[in-house]
């Protein structure tokens, strides 16, 4: 079975650019997790979907960061304008249901200088 | 906010040496998972607990969820340098709408050999 599919797998990009990544779940899981992991951190929540609803984006920087999941399938992450302190990596996880095994993506490592 | 804390933030041993990672969550938590992050690489599902006081293992590596669901821990046994990683525990937090995957720091394992 095919994993999670996330690209770009790197992108560079100056301040207050915008960056779009896009994730492509494991066919049949609802659950569709964005986490950002910075070096040396633990990934933090950015946004959870349960198909195409929204369970969770309390940790999402609403004023530069959104995403989508529109027919509950893939899903994009955009960051409008980028700054510094958004370089990391972007992970995409998906399960069969909430609260199952998550499965993750290879991730999108964004530098912005 | 909800939070998973996680402890120690590193631990380097000799091979055949013992490790052990805890993790503690200021709420109840529905279930808990451990991952594990080879360097460069993404988060891999290990294992899942939900019960009350569970144990479970896998070859060298025990896992225990605390009796109040709000405390887990990971034991390997006689470590090897194919262990080097960072585990991460991970919370599923009953929200609103469902429950919502929280990561720990975690715990950078290096193994000496």
């Known amino acids: 079975e095919a994993g999670v599919a996330q690209s770009p797998r790197y992108k560079i990009i100056e301040k207050r650019q915008s960056v779009a990544f896009w994730c492509n779940p494991i066919s049949g899981h609802a659950t569709l997790y964005w986490y950002q992991q910075i070096l040396g951190q633990g990934p933090k929540l950015l946004i959870q979907f349960q198909n195409n609803g929204v369970v969770d984006d309390s940790q999402l920087p609403k004023d530069r960061f959104s995403a989508e999941r529109l027919k509950g399938v893939d899903s994009t992450l955009k960051i409008q304008p980028a700054k510094l302190e958004d370089s990391a990596v972007y992970l995409c996880?998906?399960?069969?249901?909430?609260?199952?095994?998550?499965?993750f993506g290879q991730g999108t490592r964004l530098t912005v200088v | 906010g909800q939070q998973v804390m996680q402890i120690p933030q590193y631990q380097h041993v000799q091979e055949g040496e013992d490790f052990t990672t805890y993790c503690n969550s200021s709420?109840?938590?529905?279930?808990i998972q451990w991952y594990k992050q080879r360097p460069g690489g993404h988060p891999v599902f290990l294992i899942q607990l939900v019960k009350s006081g569970e144990v479970k293992k896998q070859k060298r590596l025990t896992f225990q969820f605390g009796e109040a669901k709000k405390n887990s821990s990971l034991h390997i046994t006689a470590t090897q340098t194919t262990d080097v990683g960072t585990y991460f525990c991970?919370?599923?937090?009953?929200?609103?709408?469902?429950?919502?995957?929280?990561f720990g720091q975690g715990t950078e394992l290096s193994v000496k050999p």
């Open positions: 996880a998906s399960s069969f249901q909430t609260g199952m095994a998550a499965f």
């Open positions: 991970a919370g599923i937090m009953i929200y609103n709408q469902g429950g919502k995957l929280i």
């Open positions: 709420t109840t938590l529905s279930n």
